[in-house]
Each structure stands twice: as C-alpha cells, then as structure tokens.
C-alpha cells in the first residue's frame, strides 16, 4: 500500500512541475530527482549507510559476481608510420579481470586505467606491474565495478612496463597505441564493445589521446584531473611552471631499465623533449619550432573534432599539478567544459576543493592548508563517488538505468556543495572593482608607479565589497592589469587573499609578453604600456559581508619559475587604471546539496 501512495504521490508531483514550465528554473531543483526506484536520488544520499572506513568508497550494493584469474595479452601495433626512427612494430601490454558471468557467455563492458606509471621508478623501487591491481588507482574499480558485471583492465603505454617501442610522452605515438589497446577491448568476444576509461592525472591524459583518435568502442571516459594539452599545464600565459624544464625526462628515466632493451624506447620526440622546456622558457615568440612539439601534446581539441562520446568531468578547485584552467580557461573566453556541452557532447561534473586528488581520497583531503581546500575538510570527501560513478557507468556502458543528468556537483571553498546545471554558473553577473578605489603600497618609480620585481612587492587593499550581503564568487576573475615594461619580458603574479582573515581565494599569472591572454606571445618594447588581460584560475568561493579583498602582486609565485630575463626586467602596474572583474552569482541554503559525511575522515 505505501509503495501504491508513493507512485501516486510522484505521478502527481511529476505532473503539477511539468504543468509549472519551469522545472529548471532554480538551481535548488536541479539533480536526477526523476530516478524514481532505480537509484536513490542525489538529495537523499545522505540520509543512508555507506562504507567509509577504507581508503575509497563504495557502491551501495555489493554485485553478485566475482573476478576470474588474471589474464595477459600483447597487441602488436605498425608504428613504422608513427615515428621518424624508431620500430617498424611496437608491442601494447596488458592485462585484464573478467567477471565470472562470463563463464556463462554473457558479453560485458571493460573499463580500463591507461599508464605509464606500471614497473615505474628505480630499479628495485618500481611500483606493481600490469598483472597485479595496483593500489589507489585499480583496486577502486576491481573492488566496486567486477563484481557488478565489469571487465577490467590495466594498460601500460609503449616503452613502459613489457610494452615496447618508444617511451613518446603524450605524443602521437602514445596516442597510437592507446588507441589500439581501447579497439582490442571492444573487439573481444567476452566484450559488449563498450570501453570506458578511468584514472587521475596522466591517467586521465591517457583518456584524452584515446578520445583524440575517436574509437567507436570508446564509450566514456571519466577523467579525474587530467591533462588535457601538455603546454597549458607546464605554462599559462607564457609564465613557466619549475617542472615544465625536466618533465619529458624525469619520465623516460623513471620507466627505461638501462639496458640494451632500451634502445628501442629512445626516439627523436625524446631529444625534443629534453630541450622543450628550456627552450620555450627562454625563447618564448622566438620559438616556433617547439610550437609542433607542443601541438602534437594537444589532445581536447582534437578529441573535439573526431570523438563522439561522454565526459565525466572531475576536477579538483585546489588543485595546484593539473591546474584547473585545463578544463576551465586558457585563452581569454575559452571554456572546454561548456564549449563540450554546446556541441552536444553529454556532461556531467563535479569540482571540488581538494587537491590533486580523487573526490574519495579522504586521507589526502586531509592533509590540505587553510586557502588550499583547508576550510572546506569537514565537508569535502565524497562517499558516494562510487555510486555516482556506477549510475554514470551503467548507463553509458550497459545502458541500464536513468540517463545520468547534465549537472556539475559544486564545491564552495567554505565547504558547502550545490548542484549547477553548468559551471561557471550561467546566470553569473560580473562585479566591477576599479582598483583607483583601492589603496596600493610598495616599491614606487619617481613617476609614482608601484614596481613588481627583482625582489619588489606591491600589495593592493580593496576595502569592503559589500557591507551587508555576502559575495558568492564562482567562476573565473578577470584583472585588467594596466602595465609598462622595461623589457621585452617581466611577469605578474597575483594572488587573491580576504582582507580580513588573510585566506587564500586565488591566483593568476601572466608573462607580460603574452598580456592579451593565451598562447601567442608579443614583443613588448621599453617603456611601452599594454593592458595585461589577466584571468584567475577557477574559484568558488564566498566573501563574507564586510569583508575586502587584497590582492598581492610578485614576479613569481609557488610552482612558477621567475621571469626568464632575470631580475632587472621589472615591470611597473597601475592599479588606479586598472580593474578587477568579479562573476558573481546568488544562492541561499536552500541550494546546498547535503552529501554523506563521516566525521572520522574529516580533520575537523
């Protein structure tokens, strides 16, 4: 009789809201409340039992089926197309777990986590093989995802683990055999052709070079931080991270053996490689040769053009290794996440204030500061991310279930989570601050205009914003910097603090070469005064009421190498013809999201 009075109850909700018009018209009632009996809704998980006393979480039902004995294979790839020298054929390895209801013939999905990262390190030192579920990565899935009819597999990118040829760090090699592996998946005949792929960092760039080649067996790919082109992670704006001088080879050295094997894991993209960095660094528009390097390494704007699929976006607001404009940012009005949605490709996000890190990977919450995720502990792990990620995976590979809805799942840097239809927020409005109602302090010219440099700070104070509402911040800030060079060079790097608690909201940098944003660099001559269109990386964030910003201005910041042409290119800004644009948007706690919590996995 009560399920009897529930159907009715939602029968006659469902059409009281599709009679109102506006099912989508607040952001408080968007979320997959039309599941009915399938899955539980998103508003009530917290409400139930989940297992959170491992180091990931759980689905809320443990399936039926059981993994079956490792097996191996070896897939033989023509790379004599691939590299200039290099082998004629190359050698992808991998192994998989298939579920036991594939002993009764039943075909099933295969999810699979690509990398470089299996034998890797110092001999004697390297971490787990294909052939062994590797901790914190696939042990999540073989745990959850078998046992729920799922084949699962770990693959080792070429010159990596016993996959030969070239070691081509996300080059087009690489790409070519991921490509490959993901096509084998779907070919089984244990395989219902439907292949997702999952992981974190370069695990997720492994998930954008199979997407950039556009398998039909690509189905999904839920990519946790992952590199989506391999120049906007190492530069933004033309400022250099430290890593981006050493990356290609700190690679090559922690997965080649040092012996004769080696030889065929070395080709010209490794040189390439070595020299990448510190060319790009020092020569900037002077390098155009390295622009071919880096384009290659570009992987979303070509999954873009040939891949027809979904994306479950995860990415982490504090991050500080795969920054977030990976996703959200790059040039100037450039925003992947939304581009994706405009062009019909089915999205589903969640962001929130952690690290580099998985949005169960309680025990690195834990460890983030105050203005790095640090407030936002108490409410950041995600318990329920195994069963988001299963509805999401059941339909997407099974095609079981409601279809998961377009949402992102958001998380504010006090702690408190809301779902968005998309992010940054549609309804956003922009928040003018001209920086002449600011007051700025430091080292001043005898023209007067303050000089970040060569060891020389200026810090601008904003008083109070608002008096008597809270400013909800969410989004990316837009300063346009007013500037006058020394020097063809100097950098800015900003960082954006509340001036009443000092916490952290934010950072931008930008080479002043590179000052109307993006990748293309300028010559910028002595004296002359540009605009500096600087864009801050996401934030969502609150600014109580009453309470001021100040934004602090060096030539380097944590990460960032300082400017290439040393200490005496300083740079001059003029706050008081500049300004800074806030998107701001309007929520009440009726438009937070409750999520499942414990309080032993929290530092609070």
């Not at 405009?342 to 962001?351: A, T, V």
């Not at 900003?494 to 590179?514: F, K, N, P, Q, V």
Request: net charge negative.
């Amino acid at each position: 009789m009560a399920n009897r009075l529930y159907a009715l109850s939602m029968t006659l909700m469902i059409i009281v809201v599709s009679m109102s018009g506006c099912i989508f018209s607040e952001p408080s009632k968007v979320g997959n409340s039309d599941q009915g009996d399938t899955y539980p809704s998103i508003f009530d998980r917290h409400t139930l039992d989940w297992k959170d006393n491992h180091t990931f979480s759980y689905t809320l039902e443990q399936g039926p089926y059981y993994a079956l004995d490792v097996q191996e294979a070896l897939i033989e790839v023509d790379t004599s197309d691939v590299w200039e020298t290099g082998p004629e054929t190359s050698e992808v390895h991998l192994s998989y777990w298939l579920p036991s209801n594939t002993l009764e013939g039943e075909t099933v999905p295969v999810i699979a986590v690509i990398s470089p990262y299996f034998s890797y390190g110092t001999q004697g030192d390297e971490s787990t093989p294909t052939n062994i579920v590797s901790a914190g990565r696939g042990e999540f899935i073989f745990e959850n995802f078998i046992p729920h009819g799922y084949a699962f597999a770990q693959v080792a990118v070429f010159g990596t683990e016993l996959s030969s040829g070239c070691f081509d760090y996300r080059g087009a090699g690489e790409g070519w055999g991921i490509h490959n592996a993901v096509e084998w998946l779907g070919q089984q005949n244990w395989s219902n052709g439907n292949v997702g792929l999952y992981g974190k960092s370069y695990e997720g760039a492994t998930q954008w070079e199979a997407a950039a080649i556009g398998s039909e067996y690509l189905k999904t790919i839920v990519p946790i931080s992952g590199t989506t082109a391999l120049h906007p992670l190492l530069y933004k704006n033309g400022s250099a991270e430290a890593r981006s001088q050493v990356m290609h080879m700190n690679y090559f050295s922690s997965t080649v053996d040092y012996n004769e094997d080696d030889l065929d894991n070395v080709c010209p993209d490794i040189v390439e490689g070595l020299f990448a960095g510190p060319v790009t660094y020092g020569a900037g528009e002077l390098d155009p040769y390295m622009s071919n390097y880096y384009d290659e390494r570009s992987h979303i704007d070509k999954a873009f053009e040939n891949w027809n699929g979904s994306v479950y976006w995860v990415q982490g607001l504090q991050d500080w290794n795969v920054d977030p404009h990976q996703v959200f940012g790059g040039p100037i009005g450039v925003n992947w996440y939304q581009d994706y949605i405009d062009s019909g490709y089915e999205i589903r996000g969640i962001l929130g204030q952690w690290e580099h890190n998985y949005p169960d990977q309680w025990t690195k919450h834990n460890a983030q500061d105050s203005g790095y995720g640090g407030e936002a502990i108490h409410n950041m792990t995600r318990w329920d991310w195994a069963q988001d990620l299963f509805e999401w995976y059941e339909y997407y590979l099974k095609g079981n279930g409601p279809k998961p809805e377009a949402i992102a799942q958001v998380q504010r840097n006090d702690g408190q989570w809301r779902i968005e239809q998309t992010w940054p927020p549609e309804d956003l409005d922009w928040h003018t601050l001209p920086l002449s109602e600011c007051s700025s302090s430091g080292a001043f010219t005898g023209g007067g205009a303050p000089v970040v440099g060569g060891g020389q700070t200026v810090t601008t104070v904003c008083s109070a914003l608002s008096e008597t509402e809270d400013l909800q911040i969410s989004g990316l800030i837009r300063l346009h910097l007013e500037a006058v060079a020394t020097m063809d060079g100097g950098q800015i790097f900003a960082e954006l603090r509340d001036s009443e608690t000092g916490i952290r909201l934010g950072h931008a940098t930008m080479d002043i070469r590179y000052h109307a944003g993006g990748y293309e660099p300028q010559t910028v001559l002595p004296s002359q005064q540009v605009t500096m269109m600087m864009e801050f990386q996401a934030i969502d964030a609150i600014l109580p009421a009453g309470h001021g910003i100040n934004i602090v201005f060096t030539d380097t910041g944590e990460d960032y190498l300082a400017p290439a042409c040393g200490p005496s290119c300083t740079v001059h800004i003029l706050p008081s013809l500049s300004e800074l644009q806030i998107p701001r948007i309007y929520r009440d706690s009726s438009d937070a999201l409750i999520t499942p919590q414990s309080l032993d996995a929290a530092n609070n």
